[in-house]
């Protein structure tokens, strides 16, 4: 009679293979947290918006990204025009050409000028839809709580809010199969750098900065946050800048 497999001959019945969704821009964030997916075994379906952003060589980045990862990725367009008020859509995209921008800072208050209004809400619940209908256990994000802008909507108890009003409002959340994860929400840009450069993350495919261009500005705060965290890693950008500060 043919034999049986079983656990002790090293195989695991009946197991599905673990599932996430990441979100990806195209950033060095994102592109950690999609090797850190892999990295923990996860079956992994990258997903990245079009959102009329004016950096949109992020968008080229996250292709690049994903094809060198071996990952399938899903580019959904989510353009609300005028409507969506942020430095960062307007119809001229490769340029931040705003009154406002002054080197290093794009501030309004405390919440920059670069926010763009219940981004990360929109992004999570259209990626929690697509991994509840695709079976996925864990969407991953990548948001920065220590190094990062000020947007409100890259902090803990944002990320802790989003689970539970999923667990009130899915199936998946309710039956406890859907969590989200940020695994570099306590961690500085240096501990990310460290990280990215841990897991092989190619760091030449990646962009950051909010303007567009065949260079990084270097002076934006995505630049000016990153180049920080590569200067206190000890490690060097592969990102050609046009300032490096």
């Not at 353009?79 to 960062?88: P, Q, R, T, V």
């Not at 307007?90 to 309004?108: A, F, M, R, V």
Request: charged share 25%.
């Amino acid at each position: 009679m043919p034999v049986r497999p079983t656990p002790a001959m090293g195989f695991i019945e009946n197991r599905k293979p673990m599932k996430a969704v990441v979100l990806l821009s195209g950033g060095m964030d994102s592109a950690t947290v999609l090797a850190y997916a892999k990295n923990e075994g996860y079956d992994v379906l990258a997903v990245s918006f079009n959102y009329g952003q004016r950096h949109e060589i992020e968008l080229a980045a996250g292709s690049a990204l994903a094809y060198q990862a071996g990952v399938k990725r899903l580019v959904i367009p989510l353009k609300l025009g005028a409507i969506w008020k942020s430095a960062l859509i307007g119809p001229e995209n490769g340029k931040l050409s705003i009154p406002n921008y002054q080197d290093t800072h794009i501030h309004e208050g405390d919440i920059p000028a670069t926010y763009v209004p219940d981004r990360n809400i929109i992004f999570l619940s259209i990626a929690c839809a697509i991994a509840e209908s695709i079976d996925a256990e864990v969407v991953f994000g990548g948001m920065n709580a220590l190094d990062y802008s000020g947007y409100p909507d890259c902090r803990p108890e944002f990320i802790q809010a989003f689970n539970k009003m999923l667990r009130r409002g899915s199936k998946a959340g309710i039956e406890g199969k859907l969590r989200v994860e940020a695994p570099l929400i306590d961690m500085t840009k240096k501990e990310i750098v460290e990280l990215a450069l841990k897991l092989g993350v190619p760091l030449e495919l990646t962009w950051s900065c909010y303007r567009g261009g065949q260079k990084a500005c270097g002076k934006c705060d995505s630049c000016a946050l990153r180049l920080k965290g590569f200067r206190e890693a000890g490690a060097v950008d592969p990102l050609e800048y046009e300032v490096r500060e």
